[in-house]
């Protein structure tokens, strides 16, 4: 059994910054893609980044780029966000996913964990 889990969210100011992660079990992370996705109240969850297997490939939303930057540690079994000048427009609930490549659309994750919140005050 794949569990996702995630943790490192919580309240920053603007222009401050916060990392989450996102700890996976019950199956190696260099074959999987991993996706970080986010919700806010009211609106539909949203791509955010994904990194690839072996960590080579990376694909950013364009509200995100250049603020936010994903890793991944596969002896760790962990996947990262760095999120940087963060803004009151990024507060969610941020969810881990993963997949067999790199996608965008959250259909294409098998893999989700129970999401962590994150809140940017301005």
């Known amino acids: 059994q794949v569990r996702l889990v995630e943790s490192g969210g919580g309240l920053v100011q603007t222009g401050g910054s916060l990392r989450v992660s996102c700890t996976v079990s019950?199956?190696?992370?260099?074959?999987?893609?991993m996706g970080w996705f986010r919700q806010a109240p009211g609106k539909e969850r949203e791509f955010v980044a994904v990194?690839?297997?072996?960590?080579?490939?990376?694909n950013y939303a364009d509200s995100v780029k250049g603020r936010f930057t994903i890793s991944k540690d596969n002896a760790k079994n962990a996947a990262y966000l760095q999120m940087n000048s963060l803004k009151p427009e990024d507060t969610a609930v941020y969810y881990c996913?993963?997949?067999?490549?790199?996608?965008?659309?959250?259909?294409?994750?098998?893999?989700w964990g129970q999401g962590t919140q994150v809140t940017v005050s301005s």
């Open positions: 996913a993963a997949g067999p490549r790199i996608a965008t659309t959250h259909s294409d994750y098998d893999y």
């Open positions: 019950g199956r190696s992370t260099i074959s999987l893609a």
């Open positions: 990194v690839s297997g072996v960590g080579r490939i990376t």
